[in-house]
């Protein structure tokens, strides 16, 4: 009985998944017809004590939501349409969030649930839990125990309230108004207003992040690459837009020479077993939540184009309008190593690389470098305008464009003319062009996420960890602010610090 019960499980597992969690999922278990139609359009995922252990253990989402409720209780069937409404964001072919919470629900009504309820010690209705798919398998939960992972979710009455939650428990920002990524129906509403920059944050989230996996998968940390992306990740500790980002930065150099010794290339053994080490920890560089294929800003109308390059080169725009003067060689230095060493498209490598070899002059200014770039950027861009016309490999609804665009900063042309955007010869007010920059890729772009970050903080009072705080000045002491903007400047030089105290603790127990 007890190998059927197993068997019994696994299959239910395999439908489920199967058949997409649904109305086709029941009637494929031999559920009747008027179970699955009550599941039509149901997000949530409905389980018993046969489904709930299996399920459960066999998801790919690294949480889960489970509401027990009682059919016959009306609170639960006003609760209902709240719910869905998270789990619409979450669970199904439409979700605007795939892969990232399972919603679930069990009716402790049904006299089969009763000792999987009981389990849970649900009390009333609806009782929300939350915790990673895997905690609830075989488990058993009250609210006495401590350091669980499951959670007690005590905020969750609406919808609203629901998701308000969801988002403190991932750090996250998903809105009930998020739709499905949908190339031609989600792209940017302007790309000539300013303010679009805002959603490219999490763009600028993703691409770091994108970026070190590709590093770890294809094994690019060797010993005569390590270091420059050491001083890269300097750079992103001091300077990254995003605090988190800043702040996985900082905890990865901490730890570098653990992972990574100056000795030992990752082609060797012994340093893929450091790499399996470090993918098993399931290290994210910006957190375990940041997005993977949603792009906001950098949304092409193909899955194709834009995307990581695009922020990318916001990362990198970012990163010279934010630093000091005296930081500009060596800024401009570790672009050009860190896109030579990591970056993986051959031809753009040594493109960009022949670029940087061409700088003869040091550079003496973060205007200088900012500069630089931008023209850079423009000369790609105008490379590849050619080839994508010819090709027709191009972005319909983004072509490849001199930049910024008129509409965009007006005040960045003194006279331009040609009849065609690949033909185009402006003559550049760079004076306006900086200014642009440093307003575009440094006080919009960092205040857009800082302001979220503040406002998620208020009730802890907490101050991030973040530079220029201008739009929440009025609620922060001046000797707060001082402090923000103290670490802001000290915090790369603190992180090789540690790295240096770090390699004198070993040091000293390799001499005891």
């Not at 923000?484 to 070993?506: M, P, T």
């Amino acid at each position: 009985m007890a190998s059927s019960a197993r068997l019994l499980a696994l299959l239910v597992t395999v439908l489920l998944v199967a058949a997409g969690r649904g109305a086709d999922a029941l009637r494929s278990l031999g559920v009747g017809e008027d179970a699955a139609a009550a599941a039509q359009g149901d997000a949530a995922v409905d389980l018993n004590a046969t489904t709930f252990d299996a399920f459960l253990g066999a998801v790919r989402e690294p949480f889960v939501v489970v509401e027990f409720f009682a059919h016959w209780c009306p609170a639960c069937r006003n609760y209902k349409p709240h719910y869905e409404k998270v789990a619409k964001l979450f669970n199904g072919q439409d979700a605007a969030h795939p892969g990232r919470v399972l919603m679930a629900r069990v009716d402790c009504a049904l006299k089969a649930n009763i000792d999987l309820c009981s389990r849970f010690s649900v009390d009333h209705y609806p009782f929300l839990l939350w915790g990673p798919p895997t905690k609830f398998v075989s488990a058993k939960w009250d609210r006495k125990q401590e350091k669980s992972e499951i959670k007690l979710i005590d905020d969750g009455r609406t919808a609203e309230r629901l998701l308000k939650w969801i988002n403190k428990q991932m750090e996250s920002s998903f809105t009930l108004d998020d739709k499905k990524y949908e190339n031609e129906n989600m792209l940017p509403k302007n790309a000539t207003d300013p303010e679009e920059i805002v959603r490219a944050i999490y763009d600028v989230e993703e691409a770091t992040a994108h970026a070190l996996q590709i590093i770890l998968e294809h094994k690019m940390i060797k010993p005569e690459t390590r270091d420059s992306l050491v001083r890269f990740l300097q750079i992103l500790v001091a300077h990254h837009p995003s605090k988190r980002c800043r702040r996985g930065s900082a905890e990865l150099l901490i730890n570098f020479d653990d992972h990574w010794p100056s000795n030992i290339s990752l082609s060797s053994q012994e340093s893929s077993r450091m790499l399996e080490s470090v993918e098993t920890d399931d290290y994210k560089i910006c957190g375990k939540e940041v997005p993977h294929g949603y792009w906001m800003f950098c949304r092409g109308s193909k899955s194709e184009t834009r995307g990581f390059s695009c922020g990318l080169w916001v990362l990198l725009h970012s990163l010279t309008v934010q630093i000091g003067d005296g930081e500009s060689q060596s800024t401009f230095t570790s672009i050009c190593d860190f896109i030579h060493n990591f970056f993986i498209c051959e031809e753009c490598r040594k493109h960009f690389y022949g670029m940087c070899s061409s700088v003869s002059v040091p550079f003496k200014s973060a205007r200088d470098l900012s500069l630089w770039l931008w023209s850079t950027h423009n000369k790609v861009n105008e490379r590849l305008m050619k080839d994508e016309k010819d090709l027709g490999t191009g972005d319909p609804s983004f072509p490849k464009v001199v930049w910024p665009p008129k509409a965009l900063c007006p005040s960045c042309y003194r006279s331009s003319s040609g009849t065609g955007d690949e033909a185009v010869q402006v003559d550049w007010n760079e004076d306006e062009v900086f200014s642009f920059l440093v307003n575009y890729y440094g006080k919009t772009l960092v205040s857009s996420y800082k302001e979220t970050y503040v406002e998620s903080q208020e009730k802890k009072h907490v101050m991030p960890l973040s530079d220029d705080a201008s739009s929440g000045a009025a609620r922060v002491p001046i000797g707060a602010a001082l402090g923000v903007a103290a670490a802001s400047c000290i915090f790369g030089a603190l992180a090789c610090f540690w790295r240096a105290q770090q390699k004198n603790r070993k040091q000293r127990k390799n001499w005891n």
